[in-house]
């Protein structure tokens, strides 16, 4: 079992930049990789980036277009998604995702992956 705490989030201007943090606890051990996921209002969840636990390579959504980093801190366990350049477009919950190897499947950008365990979701409001 994982457990996500997320923290971070809130409202800005468009072009203003925000980090969500997602720090992980329990068998932490048994996640080949996390991701982040967003949901706007009245749409479906969508995969926003990946990281891997073990080389920290990151994975994104072309949306992304490079203004979003994922990064992690294994002395903290923490994964972190940096934004920046945001758009009103970002609006939504962001949650963050920890890997299981029976977890549902879910898209990131053109691949598929399995996620089990989730943060309980943190507002980002973008406005114009």
């Known amino acids: 079992q994982v457990h996500l705490v997320q923290s971070g989030g809130g409202s800005v201007q468009a072009g203003g930049s925000l980090r969500l943090s997602c720090a992980a606890s329990g068998n932490t051990r048994s996640s080949q990789y996390m991701g982040w996921f967003r949901q706007s209002s009245g749409k479906e969840r969508e995969g926003v980036a990946l990281?891997?636990?073990?080389?920290?390579?990151?994975y994104y959504a072309d949306f992304v277009e490079g203004r979003f980093t994922v990064s992690r801190d294994d002395s903290k366990n923490t994964v972190y998604l940096q934004m920046n350049s945001l758009k009103p477009d970002d609006t939504g919950i962001y949650y963050c995702?920890?890997?299981?190897?029976?977890?549902?499947?879910?898209?990131?950008?053109?691949?598929?992956?399995?996620?089990?365990?989730w943060g309980q979701g943190a507002q980002v409001t973008v406005s114009s």
């Open positions: 990281i891997y636990t073990q080389d920290h390579s990151t």
């Open positions: 995702a920890a890997n299981h190897l029976l977890g549902a499947w879910y898209r990131i950008g053109g691949g598929s992956f399995r996620f089990a365990y």
